[in-house]
T-cell receptor, first 113, second 111 residues
Framework: ETGVTQTPRHLVMGMTNKKSLKCEQH?????MYWYKQSAKKPLELMFV???????ENNSVPSRFSPECPNSSHLFLHLHTLQPEDSALYLC????????????FGSGTQLSVL | GEDVEQSLFLSVREGDSSVINCTYT??????LYWYKQEPGAGLQLLTY?????DMKQDQRLTVLLNKKDKHLSLRIADTQTGDSAIYFC???????????FGKGTRLSVIA
């Protein structure tokens, strides 16, 4: 398998549930990202990991918890979300020094009831 | 910080040229990108241009950069129905600043 793979593709959860989004990249990149895509809003950068270290956290609420166990895998743990957190969550990877060309997964469409 | 603006919608007839426009605010932007998002998919890098270039052509795609006006455009020649998608402009200044995306332009191609 090549590129950036995200699972699950769709997720419906209640506000009291705990779930995790998974991302895996097969491109040998050293940076991984979580973005949130909501209707009629610009793409919002949530977290950045370089060489497994978190380098960016754009004031994301603590109900979103990222985890990067190695340079190929990235998780987003979700806990007690709100309906306004419903969105498409996109994972991306890039190679540092390559002009920040991002390669995106297909995303997880999340609905919070 | 950087702010990127795009018009939200564009409709063209199949076979015509499409021009998608973008403006940005940070004159020190060094890299400017165009991404394409098809329904149910993530963003796909289409093309990019460095700030020391005025134009870049790649098959049916032409990117024009006007640094004075901080204006970027993407021209798609001979637009096809498969070009229907949302097109995002993104910019990045030097250093470790992350990419800033516009809201995207939805291109509809009418057969």
């Amino acid at each position: 398998e090549t590129g950036v793979t995200q699972t699950p593709r769709h997720l419906v959860m209640g506000m009291t549930n705990k779930k995790s989004l998974k991302c895996e990249q097969h491109l040998g990149h050293n940076a991984m990202y979580w973005y949130k895509q909501s209707a009629k809003k610009p793409l919002e950068l949530m977290f950045v990991y370089n060489f497994k270290e978190q380098t960016e956290n754009n004031s994301v609420p603590s109900r979103f918890s990222p985890e990067c166990p190695n340079s190929s895998h990235l998780f987003l743990h979700l806990h007690t979300l709100q309906p306004e957190d419903s969105a498409l969550y996109l994972c991306a990877s890039s190679q540092e020094g390559d002009g920040e060309k991002l390669f995106f997964g297909s995303g997880t469409q999340l609905s919070v009831l | 910080g950087e702010d990127v603006e795009q018009s939200l919608f564009l409709s063209v007839r199949e076979g015509d040229s499409s021009v998608i426009n973008c403006t940005y605010t940070d004159s020190s932007s060094t890299y400017l990108y165009w991404y394409k998002q098809e329904p149910g998919a993530g963003l796909q890098l289409l093309t990019y241009i460095f700030s020391n270039m005025d134009m870049k052509q790649d098959q049916r795609l032409t990117v024009l950069l006007n640094k004075k006006d901080k204006h970027l455009s993407l021209r798609i020649a001979d637009t096809q129905t498969g070009d229907s998608a949302i097109y995002f402009c993104a910019g990045r200044t030097s250093g470790n600043t992350p990419l800033v995306f516009g809201k995207g332009t939805r291109l509809s191609v009418i057969a």
